[in-house]
């Protein structure tokens, strides 16, 4: 009897499956090929009492995912809402908050940027000061200290209210903390979940998919330290930043890569000083990617 459910964790090619009944089943893919990811809705054939194989995958609303030039990763299925958490100490990329972006606008999610560990008093005028950029164009930025639980990490829960959203950042960004402080036995679904997928040590290398309620999901994933957008087409990543938009289409030659060619309007923008420089230079770095 064929079976449908969500996958509620990954590891390589270990999955488990929330069967609609309630159920949890360690599953593995038909075939060599491994393309699916937490969130993912599936259809499952059970292989025995304690096992079972996917057989098929549901259309999906969204997938976000990385990749570079030789693979690509992917990090979560059928999100609405990407959180990236950045912290106050250690420091953090923003060059990688705005691959995040960018990977979020491609896909057409609703953003959040929490700043984590804002009890450190002394850093957060540097770290606000960093993420003045996305402020400027209207994400939303939020302080929190996930060590403070009931003062300070749930004020993220209304932001998860209807979304199924995901977390990514860099590690030691607090990620897990705020997942502890915010779902209650957390630490004992992980050690779970890590011996269903026989993941042994590698506990933080699997995505893992929480029930707030019964319209809200909270994924978390394994800590980033590059996100590649080498599958996003050059002509999209200007449209990916919202402050390129208003000058698209304006430069003098129309396939303009606003560079250093003669008449750009994105270039003219940015020393008007309409566009942060940080920001167009991530915009090249993407580009030449793209383009190699």
Known sequence: MKLEGTIVAAHGRHYLVELDNGETLPCFPRGKKS??????????????????????????????????EFKHKLIAANVS??????????SFSDALVTRCLVAAEGQDLKTLIVLNKCDLSERVDSALSV??????????????????????????????????????GQSGMGKSTLINALIEGANARTREISEALDS??????HATLYRLDAESILIDSPGL??????????????????????????????????????GCAIRAAIEAGH??????????????????
């Open 35 to 68: 393309e699916l990811a937490c969130g993912d809705r599936v259809t499952v054939q059970r292989s025995s009492d304690s096992q079972g194989v996917i057989e098929a995958i549901a259309p999906r609303q969204s997938l976000l995912y990385r990749s570079n």
């Open 81 to 90: 809402q990407i959180i990236i958490v950045v912290a106050t100490e250690p």
């Open 131 to 168: 993420l003045a950029p996305f402020t400027k164009l209207g994400y939303p930025i939020l302080q929190i200290s996930a060590r403070e639980k009931t003062a300070s990490a749930e004020a993220l829960r209304p932001f998860l209210v209807g979304h199924t959203s995901v977390l990514v």
């Open 200 to 205: 042994g040590k590698h506990t933080t290398t």
């Open 225 to 262: 330290q590059e996100f590649g957008l080498r599958h996003v087409p050059p002509g999209d990543l200007e449209q990916a930043f919202p402050e390129f938009r208003p000058y698209i289409g304006q430069c003098r030659f129309r396939n303009c890569r606003h560079d250093q060619e003669p």
């Open 275 to 292: 566009i942060d420089p940080r920001r167009h230079t991530s915009f090249l770095t993407l580009y030449a990617e793209a383009t190699r």
